[in-house]
Each structure stands twice: as C-alpha cells, then as structure tokens.
C-alpha cells in the first residue's frame, strides 16, 4: 500500500482534529472505562517505553486497538500469543519460539512499525504513528472518512468503514473507541500531556462564568460555559471536556491559563 508523509498540513490537520475532539454523547463512560483499565496496567506500559523508549500511553492505545487490552494476545494483530501471528502481519515475531510473552510480542511489534526510539513524540507525530500502524486506506481510498481507528465515538467520525480486508461499507460504524479519542480523554484528565505543549501564557480569557459543579439552568449560562471551555482548549496542553458545567476542572484550566480560579470556586 502508499504511504503517506508526515507533511506540515497534516500536522495541522492532526492539530486541528484533536483539538476540536468532543467524545459524542453517551460514550464518555465507555471511555472512560477503557481508560481507567488502561492506566491500571501502566506499570507494564511503562516497561515498554523505559526498554525501547516509546510513550507508555501510545503503547496502551494501540492494546486497546489491536487486542481489547488482553494480555495473552500480540499487539500485531490479537492473535493468541500461543502461536506466532497468523493475520497480517502474519509469522510474527520473527525471532524466538512461541509461547511469547506479551513483552516479547510488543517489542517486536513496535520495532517492526519504526516505533523503538521514536525520536519526534509531538502529538500530531503520535497521530501519524497511530494511523500508519492501522494502515492508510481510509486517508487514500476514502478521505472523506477520518480513520475510526482513530476517531470513533468522536465527533470526528460518523459512519464508514472496512468490514473485512479490502470491504468497504459506507454505512457500517465502528463500535470500537478510536485511539486519538482515549488519548484526548487521558489529557482531559490530566492523565499525561504531550512533549510539544508547553505551558500556556498568562492572558484573560473573553468570557468569565461563575463556578458550578452542576449544568446550568439557563441556555445562556450553559452556552457561555461552552464558549469558555472551547476558549481554554485553544491553549496548548489544556483539555478540557466541553459539557457546559464549569466546574473543578474547567476552573483549574482557567487558572493555568489566566491566573486564578474562576469567580465563586471555593479555592479562590
């Protein structure tokens, strides 16, 4: 298949996407459920990126995608470690004799993708890595569709997607969550942050609403949290979920980026 480079306008692109990121109604429990077993077993992520210096969270996502978090399954593909691989990539790893452990099988996986010693770890570069790993049919054979193996249960994504190698369905939808959108979720909560978003400058924002663990009554109220939660994501390393509720978090984003807690929160 044609690769495709890592351009400037695809940075961009990848930018763009990811910060207007919103996890569609309904779904934010499932991913928060993903995420929460995810930073459960950091501990075997983290050996991952200490032995071949790639980020614990982007190998956790890719579990996620390629075998539902399961231990006892290559992070190729999924198949049973038991055995080598026998889906694409099939007869993978290509050294030792199975049973593999999943250690074994995820270094070879991420050194067979270019992902040991990843020198650029900027979140659009992360992107790129993770819809490469997926594959680029979606971006060269259906470019009105963003990849689900990145923005499913997004608002970046709707519907289209390949059924089986090489069948496409324009009207199936993924019911898996896309890795982009747990990663954003994993800022959002403070989980981790990315290598190229420093810290914000000090500035005012253009709207100030008074601190509320609870959805505002008034649509006004509501519309104007929106606005000011929209506003803080602009910032680099800031995520903030956008449901119109300002509270603890929505404050604590609004002090990194202005100084100080907004109007009526208890730690003003």
Not at 9 to 14: C, D, G, Q, T, V
Not at 108 to 118: F, I
Request: include cysteine; charge should be neutral.
């Amino acid at each position: 298949m044609p690769t495709v480079s890592f351009t400037p306008a695809l940075k961009n692109e990848y930018e763009t996407l990811f910060t207007g990121c919103v996890v569609v109604p309904g779904r934010v429990g499932d991913v928060d459920g993903l995420v929460d077993r995810l930073v459960s077993n950091r501990q075997r992520y983290d050996k991952v990126e200490k032995s071949l210096s790639c980020p614990w969270f982007l190998v956790a996502v890719i579990h996620n995608m390629e075998s539902s978090q399961n231990f006892a399954r290559h992070l190729h593909n999924g198949d049973p470690l038991t055995d080598y691989t026998v889906q694409v990539p099939a007869g993978r790893p290509k050294s030792g004799t199975p049973p593999f452990t999943w250690e074994e099988s995820a270094a070879d996986a991420l050194t067979m993708h270019s992902l040991s010693g990843l020198p650029d770890k900027s979140l659009p570069r992360l992107l790129y890595e993770l819809e490469r790993y997926n594959g680029w049919g979606y971006r060269l054979y259906h470019p009105h569709v963003k990849s689900p193996y990145l923005w499913s249960f997004s608002n970046q994504y709707t519907s289209g997607k390949y059924v089986a190698d090489g069948t496409w369905s324009e009207t199936a939808k993924s019911q898996q969550c896309g890795a982009a959108v747990l990663l954003r979720r994993m800022a959002e909560r403070k989980i981790i942050e990315f290598e190229d978003q420093p810290a914000p400058k000090l500035k005012d924002g253009p709207i100030v609403v008074s601190y509320s663990m609870k959805r505002p009554k008034a649509p006004e109220d509501v519309d104007a949290a929106i606005k000011l939660q929209e506003w803080l994501n602009t910032h680099a390393g800031v995520w903030v979920k956008v449901d119109g509720a300002p509270g603890e978090k929505t404050s604590d984003a609004y002090r990194i980026v202005t100084g100080r807690y907004l109007p009526g929160d208890p730690r003003a």
